[in-house]
């Protein structure tokens, strides 16, 4: 096959026309806010130059701190910036409980690498070659370098944790999902690109790829002697803010509204309730209740509403309580 | 930078920031990556945007810079930190290694910084070569034996993947 190299680099760039995470005027304030951030940093520097080591170690922390992420030179506009609820952690600080959820999910498993595997033996089928993978183990390495990445929100209950970690450079995010005293199926770290810019209007990515991190996990809580349908269940979830989101309302499939516990970049709810549907299947291989999420602005203003049971945008003309 | 030229840059970047970001997507196979290093190299330009000549050259100057901030990016220590981890999503997934488009990505991804730049500058970005030269500090015969050298190396690493490519452009 001859081809043009200059068509063979166009098609290997199509973006699949999906739009930018960033605009001109989103770029001006970015550069205005570097330059002041640079005059601001400057001035600590010389600042610091004079104190003591004391005054040092402090400066250092405050830095470190997400609390600070406005001064950290590698910032864009897309992070949120000013985070009115405080994140959950710190990496020079972090209380008894914190750590805990550190050390839990640090000891806990990324998923298994995907592997090539011969045509003619089992495996997932490639999108466009027909190429096949499969995972070499069932579980992946522990997800040690967590103890290196900052806790960036957490829920702890008598039923397990959610913890959501950011990279030292804030570029990436790791979800953790643990069962209290026992490993259940789907236990585990996943980590993925932070996100940047506003809420997607659309769940798929430039690669075609579903865009990561908009459902989340479910399970049964079963009591001792119940049979294979157990009457409580758990959804627990851990998701990305992304830029100009203030907080968050969850409706549960009973009818509670569920309040997210929102870190600097992520945030994670928990939610344990009495089964709606007594008839449903006791796994996930089925049409899970509706269960909307509103995402809103500092000032209370809706942004979006979506389900995470199907993970697709509502429509504005959609019950509250979703389902259409 | 006063509002005019505000309006101005906000104007360039409507035009061509998605232009600058598949080349970008070109020089480091990631979007992620390629959406960062774009907002890098336009954060860079706005700043010496008043200092800057209109004519003809702001286009070519915008690609230089994020070529440059896709290298700039890759030297940086956290890319090799998240090297380590295994993480699902990576470039490097054998499924996207065997599809046809992405093996093109994975190819130019193994050229030398230089090459991969006079390449994807010219025959994406659609530089001359005297501008390309330009933009690199670089003088035209040396942009000449690097594109052709790194044609040459795409052309025999495609066919190494089994992709029967010719290229019909070597010069």
Redo the contacts between chains.
């Keep these: ?6 068509d ?8 699949g026309g ?1 739009p ?6 989103a ?2 304030q ?2 205005r806010a ?2 002041r951030r640079r005059r601001t940093v400057g001035g600590v520097a010389v600042g610091l130059a004079a104190a003591s080591v004391a005054g040092v170690l402090v400066a250092t922390q405050l830095l470190a701190s997400p609390h600070a992420s406005t001064l950290v030179p590698t910032d ?1 506009t ?1 992070t949120p910036v000013t985070p009115s609820v405080p994140s959950h952690s710190s990496g020079p600080a972090l209380t008894r409980q914190e750590q805990s959820v550190v050390d839990q999910c640090a000891r806990a498993h ?2 298994a ?4 595997v011969p045509n003619g033996q089992e495996g ?1 089928r ?4 027909g ?1 096949q ?1 499969q995972s070499s183990t069932t579980v ?2 522990r997800a040690t ?1 967590l103890r290196h990445w900052t806790l960036d929100a957490h829920l702890e209950d008598a039923l397990g944790v959610t913890a959501t970690f950011v ?3 804030h ?2 995010w790791a979800s953790c999902d643990l069962a209290a005293g026992e490993t259940r199926d789907g236990d585990g770290v ?4 932070l996100p ?1 810019g506003p809420v997607p209007q659309s769940w798929y ?3 075609g ?1 579903r865009h ?1 991190g908009n459902t989340v996990s479910w399970s049964e809580v079963c009591a001792p002697g119940e049979g294979k349908t157990c009457a409580r269940e758990l959804f627990a979830g851990g998701l990305v803010r992304y830029d100009g989101v203030d907080s968050a309302r969850v409706a549960a499939p009973d009818g509670t509204t569920v309040t997210p516990v929102f870190g600097t970049y992520t945030y994670v709810f928990r939610h344990a309730e009495q089964r709606v549907d007594p008839h449903r299947a006791p796994n996930d291989n089925q049409v899970l209740p509706s269960m909307p999420v509103t995402l809103l602005d500092g000032e209370g203003h809706t942004i979006i509403r979506y389900d995470y049971f199907p993970s697709y945008l509502l429509p504005s003309n959609c019950p509250p309580t979703g389902g259409c | 930078v006063r509002d005019a030229d505000d309006a101005e840059f906000e104007q360039f970047v409507d035009a061509h920031a998605r232009e600058l970001r598949r080349t970008a997507f070109l020089m480091c196979g990631d979007w992620q990556r390629a959406e960062d290093a774009t907002q890098d190299a336009l954060v860079k330009l706005y700043v010496a945007w008043s200092r800057l000549e209109r004519a003809g050259g702001l286009r070519a100057y915008a690609h230089r810079a994020v070529t440059t901030a896709v290298l700039d990016q890759g030297r940086r220590p956290w890319r090799r930190e998240v090297a380590t981890t295994t993480v699902p999503d990576s470039g490097t997934d054998p499924i996207e290694r065997v599809d046809r488009r992405l093996a093109v990505v994975h190819v130019l991804q193994r050229l030398p910084e230089r090459r991969r730049q006079c390449v994807v500058l010219r025959y994406f970005a659609d530089l001359s070569v005297e501008e390309t030269a330009l933009q690199l500090g670089i003088n035209a015969g040396t942009v000449k034996s690097q594109t052709a050298r790194a044609l040459e190396q795409v052309r025999t690493s495609l066919v190494g993947l089994g992709l029967d490519v010719e290229l019909e452009e070597l010069s």
Excluded: C, H, M, Y
């Excluded at chain 1, 063979?8 to 973006?15: E, G, K, P, Q, Y």
């Excluded at chain 1, 490639?126 to 070659?129: E, M, R």
């Design positions: 096959v001859n081809e043009r190299i200059s063979l680099l166009d098609r290997a760039s199509d973006d999906a930018l995470g960033f605009t001109g005027s770029l001006v970015q550069a570097a330059r864009r897309s990324l998923p690498p995907p592997v090539k997932i490639g999108p466009s070659v190429d993978i992946g390495p370098f990279n030292p450079s570029t990436r996943w980590t993925a690109p940047k990515g430039p690669n790829f990561q």
